[in-house]
């Protein structure tokens, strides 16, 4: 089960979304999701200068969070450490479940339960937990159906989007003992509860990820809506919380917009069912709670982003997923497409410093430049302006790339440059914009007789739009 999944977007990205709009069931279904989550979070927002003031708001919180993040970092530590919580630093994926077993070996736990946790996706926790021999089960119902598959989340919200009724009831069937088939989703979601209420009680170490910290006064900050977060925190003997470094804000008080901002763009609620506030292990007297939190703080990346002025905006991400709800690529060929950890306009900006340039620039090429993920996202991020910003760097010469991306040039073409300079020198000199003009028109005998989709589609319209035109000169 959940066999290591090792995608190279670059080389395969074109072949897994051409295979997705290829198929009706999935774009129906991508096509329903994306409608109904939008229609939520616009229902949330009725008052758009209230929206805009909120959206504003939540953009300084997160800016101001970024320009003190090495001295809120320090302070967070400080204050989790006089907590009772422990802290560890982790720059790389390996390390950062190096840390993770030797936690788990030091307490002798041969299993763990976890709750909703992109970071662990990211660094494969799983995965690594697996080959050291430590049982690793999803309590989120759509990231346990999901490994129940051997598939990566294709949402960060909703792990599972992709799949059906049909499809969940047919995998519950088949890998879970004693489940015979129904289609019934309260019968599905009693059958994974069932499973997992059983394992709340006997795992080792419950897992979570954070979405936001306090530094003043050393608070993890979880929301969710299943309970399953709270369970994997609370009843375990030790919890692990593993999240980003970009995740921490000054102030309790600046908790409040932005999960205002979180829920409702995320999935059209007011609030979630559960926020939990973790500030310290179980103190004497409580009834419940873990006897040992233990925080790894990740890098993967994030300081090279942070240290360039205009990619830093990448980090304001509160991980709402309402960029991919509103983007027409990720509607048209779900998550799994992407074949990274973060799908979407926000993994197309995100990937490239956690992976690097070189294996993800077909992802920033892959976008209309819309510009829909920036006007939904609640923190006012310039993804169209970071894609652009993006291309550019896959696409300098390498020798004069520089270090602000991870394999930047990579996507470097001497040929592509000489076109792309004569096309700008084409528009940029009027004489030889005559001179392009007067070659086109008398040499278009040597376009291709087959036409693309597109400019098939536009030909045919013309008379359609011809007589449009009439009948609305006419009235």
Not at 200 to 220: C, H, K, Q, W, Y
Not at 325 to 346: D, F, L
Request: with cysteine; glycine share 6%.
């Amino acid at each position: 089960m959940n066999q290591p999944l090792h995608f190279v977007p670059t080389d395969e990205f074109r072949q897994r979304a051409q295979a997705v709009v290829e198929n009706p069931a999935l774009q129906k279904s991508f096509r329903g999701a994306m409608d109904f989550l939008q229609n939520k979070r616009s229902a949330q927002f009725p008052d758009d200068h209230a929206l805009q003031r909120l959206r504003d708001l939540g953009e300084a919180i997160r800016q101001y969070s970024l320009s003190r993040l090495p001295e809120l970092l320090e302070t967070l530590e400080d204050k989790l450490t006089a907590n009772g919580i422990q802290v560890h630093w982790a720059e790389t994926p390996e390390e950062a479940n190096r840390i993770f077993i030797d936690i788990a070996q030091a307490h002798e736990a041969r299993s763990v339960i976890k709750g909703k946790s992109m970071v662990s996706e990211e660094v494969e926790l799983n995965h690594a937990l697996q080959a050291a021999g430590i049982e690793a089960l999803e309590s989120d119902m759509g990231e346990y159906i999901v490994q129940l598959a051997d598939e990566k989340p294709s949402h960060i919200i909703m792990p599972a989007i992709h799949k059906t009724k049909v499809e969940i009831a047919e995998l519950f069937a088949e890998r879970i003992p004693d489940v015979d088939y129904t289609d019934s989703v309260d019968e599905l979601i009693q059958i994974g509860r069932k499973v997992l209420r059983d394992k709340f009680a006997t795992a080792d170490i419950g897992v979570s990820g954070v979405n936001m910290m306090v530094a003043e006064t050393g608070t993890l900050c979880l929301v969710e809506n299943e309970g399953n977060g709270r369970m994997s925190t609370t009843v375990p003997r030790v919890h692990i919380a593993i999240t980003g470094i970009e995740k921490v804000v000054e102030k309790l008080t600046h908790v409040p917009p932005l999960l205002s901002l979180l829920t409702r763009s995320a999935t059209g609620q007011a609030i979630t069912t559960y926020v939990n506030m973790i500030s310290s292990p179980r103190k004497d007297g409580e009834l419940d709670g873990p006897d040992a939190v233990h925080l790894i703080l990740l890098d993967n990346g994030r300081t090279q982003a942070y240290a360039d002025p205009q990619l830093r905006s990448t980090l304001q991400c509160i991980r709402c997923g309402a960029c991919m709800n509103h983007c027409p690529v990720y509607t048209r060929i779900g998550g799994h497409a992407y074949g990274t950890t973060y799908p979407g306009p926000i993994g197309k900006i995100i990937s490239p410093h956690l992976l690097g340039l070189d294996s993800t620039y077909a992802l920033a090429t892959a976008s209309t430049l819309c510009g829909a993920c920036a006007e939904v996202c609640p923190v006012r991020i310039p993804i169209p302006d970071l894609l652009i910003r993006l291309r550019t760097e896959a696409y300098k010469n390498p020798a004069t790339a520089g270090e602000a991306v991870r394999g930047a040039g990579s996507a470097y073409s001497s040929v592509a440059m000489a076109l792309w300079h004569g096309w700008a020198a084409t528009y940029r000199y009027p004489s030889l914009y005559r001179l392009f003009t007067w070659c086109a028109s008398r040499l278009r005998f040597l376009t291709p007789r087959k036409q693309g989709g597109w400019t098939r589609n536009h030909i045919a319209m013309q008379p359609a739009k011809r007589r449009f035109r009439d009948r609305v000169g006419r009235a």
